[in-house]
Protein backbone atom coordinates (compact mmCIF):
# COMPACT_ATOMS: atom_id res chain seq x y z
CA UNK A 1 0.00 0.00 0.00
CA UNK A 2 1.23 3.25 -0.72
CA UNK A 3 1.22 6.16 1.59
CA UNK A 4 2.63 9.61 2.75
CA UNK A 5 1.60 11.09 5.43
CA UNK A 6 2.46 14.62 6.54
CA UNK A 7 2.79 16.00 9.63
CA UNK A 8 4.50 19.41 11.35
CA UNK A 9 1.90 21.92 10.50
CA UNK A 10 0.62 24.63 12.74
CA UNK A 11 0.14 28.49 13.28
CA UNK A 12 2.70 31.01 13.26
CA UNK A 13 3.06 34.36 13.60
CA UNK A 14 5.35 36.12 10.44
CA UNK A 15 8.68 35.67 10.76
CA UNK A 16 8.33 32.28 12.43
CA UNK A 17 9.48 28.73 11.47
CA UNK A 18 8.39 24.98 11.15
CA UNK A 19 9.00 21.90 10.05
CA UNK A 20 7.02 19.88 7.55
CA UNK A 21 7.30 16.05 7.48
CA UNK A 22 6.48 13.09 4.92
CA UNK A 23 6.58 9.46 5.83
CA UNK A 24 6.22 7.49 3.30
CA UNK A 25 5.95 4.20 2.41
CA UNK A 26 8.58 2.45 0.16
CA UNK A 27 7.38 2.33 -2.90
CA UNK A 28 6.49 6.55 -2.71
CA UNK A 29 9.95 6.91 -1.27
CA UNK A 30 11.38 5.48 -3.62
CA UNK A 31 9.88 7.13 -6.55
CA UNK A 32 11.83 9.45 -9.20
CA UNK A 33 10.55 12.66 -7.67
CA UNK A 34 9.10 13.24 -4.62
CA UNK A 35 8.06 16.75 -3.38
CA UNK A 36 6.31 19.40 -1.46
CA UNK A 37 3.03 21.01 -3.03
CA UNK A 38 0.70 23.78 -1.51
CA UNK A 39 -3.15 25.12 -2.09
CA UNK A 40 -4.36 28.11 -0.66
CA UNK A 41 -8.17 28.77 -0.71
CA UNK A 42 -9.22 29.77 -4.28
CA UNK A 43 -5.56 29.19 -5.83
CA UNK A 44 -4.26 26.48 -7.76
CA UNK A 45 -1.83 23.61 -6.51
CA UNK A 46 1.63 25.28 -6.93
CA UNK A 47 5.11 23.21 -6.31
CA UNK A 48 6.97 24.35 -3.18
CA UNK A 49 9.97 22.54 -3.31
CA UNK A 50 11.31 18.57 -3.11
CA UNK A 51 13.70 16.45 -5.09
CA UNK A 52 14.10 14.51 -8.57
CA UNK A 53 16.29 11.93 -9.96
CA UNK A 54 15.90 9.71 -7.18
CA UNK A 55 17.32 12.17 -4.44
CA UNK A 56 19.49 13.30 -6.69
CA UNK A 57 18.69 16.97 -7.27
CA UNK A 58 16.62 19.56 -5.47
CA UNK A 59 14.10 22.12 -6.62
CA UNK A 60 12.50 24.96 -5.33
CA UNK A 61 9.86 27.87 -5.76
CA UNK A 62 11.32 31.39 -6.45
CA UNK A 63 8.80 32.41 -3.72
CA UNK A 64 10.76 30.30 -1.19
CA UNK A 65 14.45 30.10 -1.99
CA UNK A 66 16.51 30.90 0.63
CA UNK A 67 13.41 30.87 3.34
CA UNK A 68 12.89 27.07 2.75
CA UNK A 69 15.07 23.41 2.60
CA UNK A 70 13.35 20.39 1.65
CA UNK A 71 15.84 17.42 2.95
CA UNK A 72 15.69 13.86 3.17
CA UNK A 73 16.19 10.96 5.78
CA UNK A 74 16.31 7.60 3.80
CA UNK A 75 17.22 5.29 6.68
CA UNK A 76 13.39 6.81 7.56
CA UNK A 77 11.83 6.81 4.26
CA UNK A 78 10.60 10.84 5.53
CA UNK A 79 11.48 14.05 3.80
CA UNK A 80 11.14 17.15 5.81
CA UNK A 81 10.48 20.72 4.72
CA UNK A 82 12.20 23.81 6.57
CA UNK A 83 10.46 26.76 6.42
CA UNK A 84 11.78 29.47 8.07
CA UNK A 85 11.15 33.54 7.63
CA UNK A 86 7.28 32.65 7.33
CA UNK A 87 5.30 35.16 5.49
CA UNK A 88 1.31 34.88 5.69
CA UNK A 89 1.22 34.64 2.13
CA UNK A 90 2.59 30.91 2.64
CA UNK A 91 -0.53 29.73 4.56
CA UNK A 92 -1.95 27.16 2.68
CA UNK A 93 -2.43 23.74 2.80
CA UNK A 94 0.81 21.62 2.31
CA UNK A 95 0.78 18.30 0.47
CA UNK A 96 3.26 15.58 -0.05
CA UNK A 97 3.61 13.90 -3.58
CA UNK A 98 5.76 11.16 -4.94
CA UNK A 99 6.29 10.15 -8.40
CA UNK A 100 7.01 6.94 -10.09
CA UNK A 101 9.95 6.25 -12.14
CA UNK A 102 9.38 8.87 -14.62
CA UNK A 103 9.48 12.12 -14.07
CA UNK A 104 10.32 15.12 -16.47
CA UNK A 105 8.92 18.22 -14.95
CA UNK A 106 9.34 17.80 -10.84
CA UNK A 107 7.06 20.79 -10.35
CA UNK A 108 4.38 19.99 -12.14
CA UNK A 109 1.41 18.24 -10.32
CA UNK A 110 0.92 16.11 -13.58
CA UNK A 111 4.52 14.01 -12.76
CA UNK A 112 3.11 13.03 -9.54
CA UNK A 113 1.02 9.05 -8.74
CA UNK A 114 0.63 9.70 -5.01
CA UNK A 115 -0.25 12.54 -2.65
CA UNK A 116 -0.81 12.59 1.16
CA UNK A 117 -4.14 14.06 3.18
CA UNK A 118 -1.85 17.36 3.89
CA UNK A 119 -0.83 19.61 6.42
CA UNK A 120 -2.51 23.14 7.34
CA UNK A 121 0.13 25.90 7.44
CA UNK A 122 -1.37 29.67 8.66
CA UNK A 123 0.97 32.41 9.32
CA UNK A 124 -0.17 35.65 11.15
CA UNK A 125 0.70 39.20 10.16
Known amino acids: QVQLVESGGGSVQAGGSLTLSCAAS????????MGWFRQAPGKEREGVAG????????YYADSVKGRFTVSRDNAKNTMYLQMNSLKPEDTAMYYC??????????????????WGQGTQVTVSS
Open 97 to 114: AASGPGCRWPNSRSEYNY
Open 51 to 58: FYGFGRGT
Open 26 to 33: ETAYMGNC
